[in-house]
């Protein structure tokens, strides 16, 4: 139940391979038909199945990785759990690629479910979605999978897939394991009684497939939906499941405070709301205000104890959020860290910590 896997296998593939010996690696982000091990490490990823499976990090056994000065440093062991040490597995995974480059990781991999059951919920109001999506979270109902997607995102999917879904709110959500039928009923309960307009499920792979076609697609759907707009910034805050309300309403108040769509979507069970603003590249106010926007939104996340990041890193684009969110003590621990660990800034520089003073 483990794998010794180099940094450029791609995850899906990973999971091909594995899927003839009745395992896998379960949380791998939605982008892992192209995100390599190695990224995936880097960024610390997340995805669909966070809810239930965690993190990618929260599977690594250990690494092995090169470090600046080009010496070769093991971490980990094949035990799922060791208090030896400081746990350098969890300082590399994350780090994007400031404090070593992964050349092999062993991951900890678990069995196949036995019975998948999922499908899609649709609610008359955003408050309604995400109360209801709390409201499973906090019940304990064993969910592998719980997301959200907006109307305009909804409208945004459908344009691009050539689905149905209703212009309104609709949760997306998948269970996992012998007592799925059970969880079923308890998530069916939890969704009534947040007035959902419709709930559809199946445990046909193709269907359930079908079903999901309008979330999957989100990335592309965004890309595609308006010729004259590219992306300028994908946002991915992360807050308290209580505040997930909150956090998903605030970002409607900014998209009308600023005058931009802001089409909203995401691992809700993990409290992770992503946004996106479309900006024409020729305007730069526009473009200016989109950034205003962003921040606006990231500032709320960490004034509700979240994050300016969930799962896609701080890189180039966030490192001004960065003390905001970790605070002055904190920083200068993480610019100690990387200052002995690479001296000479050859890591990556111009990520994470760069332009951040200590
Ligand atoms: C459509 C779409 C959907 C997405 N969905 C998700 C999602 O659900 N969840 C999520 O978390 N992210 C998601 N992402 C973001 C992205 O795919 C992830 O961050 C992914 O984990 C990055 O993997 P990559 O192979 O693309 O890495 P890259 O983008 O190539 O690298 C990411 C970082 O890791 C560093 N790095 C790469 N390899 C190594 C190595 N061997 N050692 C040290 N550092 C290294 C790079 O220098 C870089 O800083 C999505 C992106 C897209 C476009």
Redesign the pocket.
């Known amino acids: 139940m483990q794998v010794d896997v180099e ?1 450029g296998v791609v995850g899906d593939d990973l999971n091909e391979e594995l899927a003839d010996r009745g395992l896998h690696f379960p949380s791998f ?3 892992a038909a ?3 091990i ?3 490490l ?2 610390d ?4 199945k966070t809810v239930k499976y965690g993190e990618v990090g929260d599977w690594v056994l250990g690494l092995e990785v090169v470090r600046a000065d080009g010496s070769v440093v093991e971490t980990g062991t094949r035990a799922r759990k060791s208090s030896a040490g400081y746990n350098l597995t969890e300082l590399f995974v994350g780090s ?2 400031t404090l ?4 092999r990781a062993t991951l900890d991999l678990t069995a196949l479910p036995a019975e998948t059951v999922g499908g899609r919920a649709t609610f008359a109001t955003l408050d309604a979605a995400t109360d209801a999506i709390t409201d499973v979270v906090r019940s304990g109902i064993d969910v592998a999978t719980l997301e959200l997607i907006d109307p305009l995102t909804a409208e945004m999917a459908n344009a691009y897939t050539g689905s149905d879904l209703p212009a309104t709110p609709a949760v997306f959500f998948e269970i996992h394991g012998r007592g799925a039928a059970a969880e079923l009923d308890a998530v069916t309960e939890r969704f009534e009684a947040h007035d959902a307009t419709r709930i559809e499920s199946t445990a046909n792979e193709e269907e359930m497939a079908e079903l999901w076609r309008a979330r999957r697609e989100i ?1 592309h759907a965004l890309k595609e939906w308006d010729p004259d707009r590219a992306l300028e910034v994908v946002g991915d805050v992360t807050v308290p499941i209580g505040s997930y309300p909150s956090i998903v309403a605030f970002i409607g108040e900014v998209s009308e405070e600023y005058g931009l769509p802001i089409p909203a979507f995401g ?1 809700a069970g993990d409290g992770n709301a992503h946004y996106a603003l479309l900006c024409d590249p020729g305007d730069p106010e526009e473009r200016t205000r989109a950034h205003a926007a962003s921040e606006r939104i990231i500032e709320r996340a960490i004034d509700l104890g979240g994050t300016c990041t969930g ?3 701080i ?1 180039a684009d966030k490192r001004s959020q960065l003390r905001a969110e970790a605070g002055d003590e904190a920083v200068r621990t993480m610019r100690d860290v990387k200052e002995a660990l690479d001296p000479n800034g050859i890591l ?1 520089p111009g ?1 994470v910590l760069d332009d951040v003073d200590g």
């Open positions: 940094p982000p939605q982008s192209f995100s390599t190695g990224g995936m880097a960024t990823a997340s995805g669909t994007e690629g070593g480059v992964i050349t990335g691992h799962e896609h890193g890189g990556n990520t």
